[in-house]
Structure formats: C-alpha cells, structure tokens
C-alpha cells in the first residue's frame, strides 16, 4: 500500500473515531446539556429557526388548552400534511376529527402513528417545568404485535429526537423514557395499578370502551406519572440514577436535566381512540 492510500484510509479512521468518541460523551455524559446534536431538514424541530424563550413554568406563559368543543361533526380538525388550522396545536404526523358522541363532543384518529404537539405562545416559548394531561377512550387496538402500541405524553420536547415521553401501552405496561439524539434510553418501567392496586390490563390487555386520563409532570429533576389519578411513578434524582420514591420498580440510570426545556404532546400508536382535555399546567 503506498503511502498516499495509507494517509487516507487513516485519515478517514481517525475522523470516524473522533465523531464515535464525541457522540458516546455526549450520550454517555448524562451530567451535561453542552452536547447538542444537529440534524438535517428531514428531522422535525418545533422550534426551527426560532430564537427560544425560556419560559420556566407554565404559568409564565400560559396555555389555553384543548377540548375540541365547536367543531362539525365529522370536521377535519388538523392534518399533518396540511397548514395549521388551530392556532395552539399541530398535528406532526396523521389527521385528527371531531365526532359527536352522544355525551359530548371529542377528538378523534384511528391514524397509527399520529403526534400532536401543543403550540405556546409565543410559539418559540419553550417551559422548563411542566403537567402536560389528557383523556384517551381506546375503541380498537390496531396492532398488538407492535410492543409500543398505546397511549403517549410527550414532555419537554424539542425535535423528534429530543424529548421525554411517558406511556401507557396495549398490554398495561408503563414507561418512562427519554429520546436524545435520536436514541431511547428507559427511565423506569412497570405495570399500571388503579386506585385498589390492581393491575389495569385484563389478561394481558388493557381494557377499551373507557376513559384513562394520563397526566406527566417534571419538574426540575423530578418526573411524575399519574393513571386515572392514581400515582404510578414518582422519580427523583439521585446519584447520578434515578429512584422511585414510591417503591424500587425497573430503573435505569439517567438525568432529567439533560433536556431542560421544550413542549409538549400527544404520541398514539397502533389504536383508534377518542381523546379529550389536552391540557399543560404547573
């Protein structure tokens, strides 16, 4: 090999190591939010182009909120592949409708893999501390064999791949992740109890035809996570990891701090359902 082709081959060598190195410290080094990873324009930032306002708590800057009241029954309400039809919201993926259903009006989508996000105002407002909440009623499960498939609160979300997400799935299993440069790494994991301590799912799956109201908070270096109004996690900080504070459940070490800012949303998978109260508090 002459010495030209040696230089290039450990020239690209070295370059390959560095960009490794660089991306293991900073998926590695959980302790900083100094790495910041860039993507191309087919990767979807809420907040592209924007300069960003902190805006701390939700009451700085307050958000009105979603409940699908004053639509025509059968109305497109947002569709992703669409511009924006309601000032606070925007459906990044799939179609969202208004059905009347006898008890009042709701949302809708039976699209598979449908996110929505709320819009702040200003829209380049992203909140440090958070509730974001909602109400699902599942009416068919689409696809068990997908393990993800169910029911998802974004937090703290800035790209596709910046972001917290809580989830409550098809076969009654709860999560805790964080997505950061496009990897998941679990937080906690668990089985979703109701108010007697029993488990939600019913031989492995969790019941349709009724309502579950998801409600995830974080709040500095603590994240919550509540079913029906039934606490399921409550995950605080310490050395370096994470304990649950209600008992010592499936954990994984990992920072809340790394994404300390962002919004919030809606992430349904593989399940046609009603929705209703989207709303983001202290």
Same mark, same amino acid.
């Given at each position: 090999m002459n010495n030209f082709f040696r230089y290039v081959i450990l020239s690209i060598a070295f370059f390959v190591s560095a960009y490794i190195n660089t991306a293991l410290a900073c998926d590695t080094n959980i302790n900083t939010t100094d790495c910041h990873c860039?993507?191309?324009?087919?990767?979807?930032?809420s907040f592209e182009n924007r300069e960003i306002i902190d805006g701390g &708590?939700?009451?700085?800057?307050?958000?009105?909120?979603?409940?699908? &009241? *004053?639509?025509?029954?059968?109305? !497109? !309400?947002?569709?992703? *592949?669409?511009?924006?039809?309601?000032? &606070?919201?925007? %459906?990044?993926? *799939?179609?969202?409708?208004?059905?009347?259903?006898?008890?009042?009006?709701? *949302?809708?989508?039976? !699209?598979?893999?449908?996110?929505?996000?709320? %819009?702040?105002?200003?829209?380049?407002?992203?909140?440090? &501390?958070?509730? %974001?909440?909602?109400?699902?009623?599942?009416?068919?499960?689409?696809?068990?064999?997908?393990?993800?498939?169910?029911?998802?609160?974004?937090?703290?979300?800035?790209?596709?791949?910046?972001?917290? %997400?809580?989830?409550?799935?098809y076969d009654g299993a709860i999560y805790i992740k964080r997505k950061w440069c496009g990897n998941y790494i679990k937080i906690a994991s668990h089985v979703a109890k109701d108010e007697s301590n029993q488990k939600l799912a019913i031989d492995g799956i969790l019941p349709l035809n009724k309502w579950y109201k998801l409600e995830f908070s974080v709040n500095g270096d603590i994240a919550t996570f509540? !079913?029906?109004?039934?606490?399921?996690?409550?995950?605080?900080r310490y050395n370096n990891g994470y304990v649950d504070l209600t008992q010592p459940w499936n954990l994984n070490a990992d920072l809340i701090e790394v994404i300390p800012s962002g919004t919030a949303g809606i992430r349904l998978d593989y399940v046609s359902t009603y929705m209703d109260d989207f709303l983001i508090t202290d």
């Open positions: 860039s993507y191309d324009e087919s990767v979807f930032d &708590n939700v009451s700085y800057n307050p958000y009105s909120g979603f409940n699908f &009241n *004053g639509f025509t029954h059968w109305s !497109i !309400i947002e569709d992703a *592949g669409e511009t924006f039809n309601e000032a &606070n919201i925007d %459906v990044t993926s *799939g179609k969202l409708w208004a059905r009347n259903t006898g008890s009042g009006q709701r *949302g809708w989508t039976d !699209i598979y893999n449908f996110r929505m996000l709320a %819009v702040p105002e200003p829209s380049n407002t992203q909140w440090s &501390n958070m509730t %974001v909440s909602a109400k699902f009623y599942p009416k068919k499960w689409q696809n068990i064999a997908s393990s993800y498939a169910g029911l998802h609160l974004f937090s703290r979300y800035q790209t596709e791949n910046d972001l917290y %997400v809580a989830s409550l799935r509540k !079913i029906n109004g039934v606490q399921q996690f409550i995950l605080s």
